[in-house]
């Protein structure tokens, strides 16, 4: 249960933003579930597929300019086209006829996908209480695990035949029944329509404080910081885990499918009851505690096999799992209206480009025979580093208004 009551609207609202998680998380997972399989089909090394995920990661500079059109002409008209475009792009991957086309599908599909997911936030943020933000974020991560889990529990699939991998990209296309609901049911938020009044009234020489805003680089530049210190941990864990389980532990795709289901459900768990947390109690001592501990705890799981190896990694999940409500919520908090999912974006892209250089990293750690655990302890490092920033330099947003935070905004008259 949230904090606070919801209105009938946020209720809709948070059902509709649910329902765009699906396709947004399955196609921002599907390339790292399947690399590995397409990998052995074409016979491409770890270093190579460590390069590859990080070309990958790169296409989110596509993320920037659909970020601008959104908050210039709205975040529904951007979340009901990335809903289609998403699943469409990424499903060329099961046309592959090499691994670089592989690649270039999903340099551009994902981000797709990525930017999806920067709309989702960002109208949750706008669109909930007070009391109510990290709650509704941590439900719609659940949403995300649903649409990730869809990935992983078509991977079965990939176990068929060598090249069987591709079906994989097809189950996607049913995602597309959610850009149809979208379509149709999706409202716009108040926030923005409150914004885009005031622009229409002004006069062409003059901008109220809300329209004019600017990004503030200090909190951007922190965000920045604390984003790539944690993805060059968590990417490197994510991308890599596939090939562990398979190469070191030699899982079939349906073990692999089980333990990444297992190990992820708990994190789910994590996920409500952090939101809770971080709306009631705060989100800074939440995220202080379990983001490093989280990670030291996935990190081992890579030194061990047998029960440690997934009674680890499960208790990894749940750490992070409740320091990601408090932790997405401060990237939308903290900006202004009329910038805000541009600043989600710029976070976002630095934070994928920056994790790719912990997968070429790894990958050629990895190929020189250093040990996948001695990799993800080195890495955990970052995530360590994360909470000394947020502990001395993130300010406590819980139970604060979005204009509070963003005295530009005061005068927006939202319905």
Same mark, same amino acid.
């Given at each position: 249960m949230?904090?606070e009551?919801l209105?009938?609207?946020?209720? *809709?609202v948070?059902?509709?933003?649910?329902?765009?998680?699906?396709p947004a998380?399955? $196609? *921002?997972?599907?390339?790292?579930?399947?690399?590995?399989?397409?990998?052995?089909?074409?016979?491409v090394?770890?270093q190579?597929?460590?390069?590859?995920a990080?070309?990958?990661?790169?296409?989110?500079?596509?993320?920037?300019?659909?970020a601008f059109?959104?908050?210039?002409f709205?975040?529904?008209?951007?979340?009901v086209a990335?809903?289609w475009?998403?699943?469409?792009?990424?499903?060329?991957?099961?046309?592959?006829p090499?691994?670089g086309?592989?690649?270039a599908?999903?340099?551009?599909?994902?981000?797709?996908g990525?930017?999806?997911?920067?709309?989702?936030?960002v109208?949750a943020t706008?669109?909930?209480?007070?009391?109510?933000?990290?709650?509704?974020?941590?439900?719609?991560?659940?949403?995300?695990g649903?649409?990730?889990?869809?990935?992983?529990?078509?991977?079965?699939l990939?176990?068929i035949s060598?090249?069987?991998w591709r079906?994989?990209y097809? $189950?996607?296309?049913?995602?597309?029944? +959610?850009?149809a +609901?979208l379509?149709?049911?999706?409202?716009?938020?108040?926030?923005?329509?409150?914004l %885009?009044? %005031?622009?229409?009234e002004?006069s062409?020489?003059?901008?109220?404080a809300?329209?004019?805003?600017?990004?503030?680089?200090?909190r951007l530049w922190?965000?920045?910081?604390v984003?790539v210190?944690?993805?060059?941990?968590?990417?490197?864990?994510?991308?890599? %885990?596939?090939?562990?389980?398979?190469? +070191?532990?030699?899982?079939?795709?349906?073990?692999v499918?089980?333990f990444?289901?297992?190990t992820a459900?708990?994190?789910s768990?994590g996920l409500?009851?952090?939101g809770r947390?971080?709306d009631?109690q705060g989100r800074?001592?939440?995220a202080?505690?379990t983001?490093?501990l989280?990670? +030291?705890l #996935?990190?081992?799981s890579?030194?061990?096999d047998s029960f440690i190896?997934?009674?680890?990694a499960?208790l990894?999940?749940?750490?992070?799992?409740?320091?990601y409500p408090?932790?997405?919520?401060?990237?939308s908090?903290?900006?202004?209206?009329?910038?805000?999912?541009?600043?989600?974006a #710029? #976070?976002?892209?630095?934070?994928?480009?920056?994790?790719?250089?912990?997968? #070429?990293?790894?990958g050629l750690?990895?190929?020189?025979?250093?040990s996948?655990?001695a990799?993800m302890?080195g890495l955990?490092i970052?995530?360590?580093?994360?909470s000394?920033?947020?502990?001395?330099?993130?300010?406590?947003?819980?139970?604060?208004?979005?204009?509070?935070l963003?005295?530009e905004d005061?005068?927006? %008259?939202?319905?």
């Open positions: 949230a904090s009551p209105t009938l609207r946020q209720r *809709n948070l059902w509709l933003l649910w329902l765009a998680c699906l998380s399955f $196609v *921002n997972t599907v390339f790292t579930q399947t690399a590995t399989y397409a990998a052995a089909e074409f016979d090394s770890e190579g597929q460590g390069f590859a990080a070309i990958v990661r790169w296409g989110v500079v596509i993320a920037l300019p659909f059109s959104a908050d210039r709205g975040r529904r008209k951007m979340i990335m809903s475009l998403a699943p469409i792009v990424t499903s060329l991957g099961a046309l592959s090499s691994f086309f592989l690649v599908t999903q340099t551009v599909g994902r981000p797709l990525i930017s999806l997911s920067i709309f989702i936030v109208f706008e669109e909930m209480g007070t009391n109510t933000r990290a709650w509704a974020l941590s439900v719609l991560a659940v949403g995300s649903v649409g990730a889990g869809s990935a992983v529990g078509a991977l079965p990939a176990g060598d090249s069987a079906y994989v097809i $189950v996607g296309l049913l995602w597309l029944v +959610v850009a +609901v379509t149709r049911s999706l409202p716009e938020t108040e926030r923005f329509l409150a %885009q009044h %005031q622009q229409q002004e062409p020489t003059h901008h109220s809300a329209v004019s805003a600017h990004i503030h680089r200090d922190l965000q920045i910081a984003a210190l944690s993805n060059i941990f968590i990417a490197t864990a994510s991308v890599f %885990q596939i090939r562990y389980l398979k190469d +070191v532990r030699d899982y079939s795709a349906t073990l499918a089980i990444t289901t297992v459900i708990p994190a768990i409500i009851v952090g947390i971080a009631r800074k001592k939440l202080v505690i983001i490093p989280g990670a +030291v #996935i990190a081992a890579y030194g061990f190896m997934w009674l680890t499960i990894g999940g749940i750490c992070l799992g409740l320091a408090a932790m997405a919520v401060f990237r908090e903290l900006f202004p209206t009329a910038k805000r999912n541009v600043a989600s #710029i #976070i976002t892209t630095a934070s994928l480009i920056g994790g790719s250089f912990g997968l #070429i990293g790894a750690l990895l190929d020189h025979d250093v996948y655990g990799v302890m955990a970052g995530p360590v580093l994360v000394f920033l947020v502990f001395f330099k993130y300010p406590e947003t819980a139970h604060r208004k979005l204009e509070e963003n005295p005061s005068l927006l %008259q939202i319905l």
